[in-house]
């Protein structure tokens, strides 16, 4: 065992997935299970990979944890509490960047601390902190449609980091 695993063993259980099940009911009248009972529980520090052929629930799972999907069975439960909605606690990083064209890189990355009402210079200094961690502090002012598409999703990754999430979701197909 690693001193990573060891760290991660006594680490707090920040995601707790019970029996959790989703059913659509488009494919036939009885239904069509898309999953059924999945348990998991993911601690502070650990990376996640879902991996498995197209059309088998990654997607919606990710939507549940997120928030987005809220027609499901079972218990989702963040440090222990249940909850059924989006959150700030949770940050999904789209394969389609979503960033804002119409704002620069640094202006995309102020978006969500510009909500939490956070002071601007505080969250320039934030931004240009993330900006630095993902390499691309010199496109700060740059017009999105300027970047190459990895220096999109960096830009996303950046804004994302920048809310501090507890969970931190990336969903690409």
Request: one cysteine or more.
């Amino acid at each position: 065992m690693v001193l990573s695993e060891i760290e991660s063993h006594n680490s707090q259980v920040i995601l707790r997935l019970k029996n959790i099940s989703k059913e659509y009911g488009s494919f036939s009248s009885l239904g069509h299970s898309v999953f059924n009972g999945i348990d998991l529980q993911i601690r502070e520090g650990e990376f996640v990979t879902i991996i498995s052929k197209s059309g088998c629930g990654k997607s919606t799972l990710l939507n549940i944890v997120a928030g987005l999907d809220k027609s499901f069975a079972g218990e989702l439960l963040i440090e222990g509490k249940p909850v059924r909605s989006t959150g700030p606690d949770r940050i999904v990083i789209f394969q389609e960047n979503a960033l804002f064209p119409w704002l620069n890189v640094v202006d995309n990355i102020e978006f969500g601390l510009r909500q939490a009402g956070m002071p601007k210079k505080v969250r320039t200094s934030v931004a240009m902190n993330y900006l630095n961690m993902v390499g691309l502090a010199d496109f700060a002012n740059a017009n999105i449609h300027q970047l190459s598409g990895g220096m999109k999703q960096r830009v996303a990754i950046a804004r994302a980091l920048s809310l501090n999430p507890k969970i931190l979701l990336n969903v690409a197909l």
